[in-house]
């Protein structure tokens, strides 16, 4: 890889080193050379860093790479500016200022530019060409190539250390951060829960004093319908109760009248009898058979009533209906109408 690497220096620079020596630096195309340049350096940079670390496989063959393609790259520059120094010079400058070559690419072309025209070229251009020794100039390169190199690592390492270390403490502080709002937020979902179940309460407090308050109102209801209903009852039962008493004081008047009369008629038969006494009479046929005087006691009625019959002078038999108390039997009284006309003709034949 060094080889075609150093091939592709050689023939951008010694294909043009007349040129160059003509002093027309820009038709040298130094965007080309620099291209290379940089590949040339990373070939160098991964020397220096076998070299530096010490490896027995590699270290010792590390230094007699670099100084076989950096003599090459030199003897290049040399030989395509004809030995001039200025003209050289202008070229590294040139090539060292492409946007390729930046950074660490940019230091070591400027390094390598000062090394050739600064220290090892003379003013004098024919001496350059035949005296100036390639790698005289690449092991003084070299020492400052790879001290570069532990100096870059060491600086790499070091920002390496201090940007792992701000990555540290950005993430401790994001970390920190991001505790302290899950700390908030655990506050605040607290609160909010909190305030949740303080607005539950109270709804299903509010909805338990409504369903209470309803209970209570439909019991309300319930309590004066039922009054209502045993005060209506209580009226009814004090109703049937007064006419009951009524029909009771009704049935003692009846009563009270059937025995006047039954006692008027037995009056009557005694007085009968005691004319039949006196003077024998033949009785008619209507008076042949003694009028009967029957009481008939009836069974407990179903309903609340008792039906109480009276005699009429007439000789007929109503029957009143009369509501008695319910603890109290039924009671039917039949009395015979006395025989009117008999008396009439008994108290004639008196006469």
Same mark, same amino acid.
């Given at each position: 890889?060094?080889?075609?690497?150093? +091939?592709?220096?050689?023939?951008?620079?010694?294909?043009?080193?007349?040129?160059?020596?003509?002093?027309?630096?820009?038709?040298?195309?130094? =965007?080309?050379?620099?291209?290379?340049?940089?590949?040339?350096? =990373?070939?160098? &940079?991964?020397e220096?860093?076998?070299?530096?670390?010490g490896?027995?496989?590699?270290?010792?063959?590390?230094? !007699?790479?670099?100084?076989?393609?950096?003599?090459?790259?030199?003897?290049?520059?040399?030989q395509?500016?004809?030995? !001039?120094?200025?003209v050289?010079?202008?070229?590294?400058?040139?090539?060292?200022?492409?946007?390729?070559?930046?950074?660490?690419?940019?230091?070591?072309?400027?390094?390598?530019?000062?090394?050739?025209?600064?220290?090892?070229?003379?003013?004098?251009?024919?001496?350059?060409?035949?005296?100036?020794?390639?790698?005289?100039?690449?092991?003084?390169?070299?020492?400052?190539?790879?001290?570069?190199?532990?100096?870059?690592?060491?600086?790499?390492?070091?920002?390496?250390?201090?940007?792992?270390?701000?990555?540290?403490?950005?993430?401790?502080?994001?970390?920190?951060?991001?505790?302290? $709002?899950?700390?908030?937020? !655990?506050?605040?979902?607290?609160?909010? /829960?909190?305030?949740r179940?303080?607005?539950?309460?109270? &709804?299903?407090?509010?909805?338990?004093?409504?369903?209470?308050?309803?209970?209570? /109102?439909?019991?309300?209801?319930?309590?004066?319908?039922?009054?209502?209903?045993?005060?209506?009852?209580? +009226?009814? /039962?004090?109703?049937?109760? &007064?006419?009951?008493?009524?029909?009771?004081? $009704?049935?003692?008047?009846? $009563?009270?009248?059937?025995?006047? &009369?039954?006692? $008027?008629?037995?009056?009557?038969?005694?007085?009968?009898?005691?004319?039949?006494?006196?003077?024998?009479?033949?009785?008619?046929?209507?008076? /042949?058979?003694?009028?009967?005087?029957?009481?008939?006691?009836?069974?407990?009625?179903?309903?609340?009533?008792?039906a109480?019959?009276?005699?009429?002078?007439?000789?007929?038999? =109503?029957?009143?209906?009369?509501?008695?108390?319910?603890?109290?039997?039924?009671?039917?009284?039949?009395?015979?109408?006395?025989?009117?006309?008999?008396?009439?003709? +008994?108290?004639t034949?008196?006469?």
């Amino acid at each position: 890889m060094a080889n075609q690497v150093v +091939a592709l220096v050689l023939l951008a620079l010694g294909a043009n080193a007349v040129v160059l020596r003509g002093g027309d630096s820009d038709s040298m195309r130094p =965007e080309m050379v620099a291209n290379t340049l940089a590949k040339v350096e =990373e070939e160098w &940079r991964k020397e220096a860093a076998v070299f530096t670390e010490g490896s027995k496989s590699g270290a010792s063959g590390a230094p !007699d790479a670099f100084a076989h393609s950096c003599a090459t790259v030199v003897s290049a520059v040399i030989q395509g500016s004809g030995g !001039d120094r200025d003209v050289a010079k202008e070229y590294m400058n040139n090539v060292c200022g492409q946007k390729v070559l930046s950074g660490w690419h940019k230091q070591r072309c400027a390094s390598l530019a000062s090394r050739i025209t600064e220290h090892a070229m003379l003013a004098d251009n024919y001496a350059n060409r035949q005296n100036l020794l390639p790698s005289k100039v690449c092991t003084s390169f070299w020492s400052v190539f790879v001290e570069a190199e532990r100096t870059r690592e060491a600086d790499e390492a070091k920002e390496k250390a201090e940007h792992e270390k701000v990555v540290a403490e950005q993430e401790k502080k994001a970390a920190e951060a991001a505790a302290e $709002e899950k700390k908030v937020a !655990d506050a605040a979902a607290k609160v909010e /829960a909190e305030r949740r179940a303080k607005v539950k309460a109270a &709804r299903d407090q509010e909805a338990t004093e409504l369903k209470a308050k309803q209970d209570a /109102a439909e019991a309300k209801v319930r309590a004066a319908e039922s009054a209502a209903r045993l005060a209506m009852k209580k +009226a009814e /039962a004090e109703q049937v109760q &007064r006419e009951a008493q009524k029909k009771m004081k $009704e049935a003692e008047v009846a $009563e009270q009248e059937h025995k006047a &009369r039954q006692e $008027e008629h037995e009056k009557a038969q005694e007085q009968l009898k005691n004319t039949v006494k006196s003077k024998p009479v033949e009785a008619p046929k209507e008076v /042949a058979e003694a009028p009967k005087v029957a009481e008939v006691v009836a069974p407990k009625p179903a309903a609340k009533e008792v039906a109480a019959v009276v005699a009429k002078p007439a000789g007929k038999v =109503e029957a009143a209906p009369v509501k008695a108390d319910a603890k109290k039997p039924a009671v039917v009284v039949a009395v015979a109408a006395p025989p009117a006309k008999v008396e009439a003709k +008994a108290d004639t034949k008196k006469k």
